[in-house]
């Protein structure tokens, strides 16, 4: 099984970025994935999940609205939009999966698969 993301880089506040989380190996629609969060020096911290059998989806609050979660089934693909990005939005942006639901997903513990991440950067 493999989670591998892609679209990371580096943006202005402001501007907008699509990631993505390829899955390998995974049936997709019994997984809900997620999308976490690790900036240096912080505790990292669930931005999104998504059931994938039924298209539930969760999101944390700080980021008011900013960041939708989707996915491509035929694809088996999860993708996190991200508009209006900031400075402090800068981070290692992780996929993760979880076998049963989104359960744990504002602090990760309930994911038992998970991806490298990918770097974002977001200049002033």
């Known amino acids: 099984v493999q989670l591998v993301e892609s679209g990371g880089g580096l943006v202005q506040a402001g501007g907008s970025l699509r990631l993505s989380c390829a899955t390998f190996?995974?049936?997709?629609?019994?997984?809900?994935i997620g999308w976490l969060r690790q900036a240096p020096g912080k505790k990292r911290m669930g931005l999104a999940c998504v059931e994938t059998d039924d298209n539930d989806t969760y999101y944390e609050e700080l980021l008011e609205g900013r960041f939708t979660i989707s996915t491509d089934t035929a694809k088996k693909t999860v993708y996190l939009e991200m508009h209006n990005l900031k400075v402090e939005d800068t981070g290692m942006y992780i996929c993760?999966?979880?076998?049963?639901?989104?359960?744990?997903w504002g602090d990760g513990s309930g994911y038992d698969k998970w991806g490298r991440g990918i770097q974002v950067t977001v200049s002033a």
């Open positions: 190996g995974l049936p997709f629609e019994d997984y809900a």
């Open positions: 993760a999966a979880n076998h049963i639901d989104c359960s744990g």
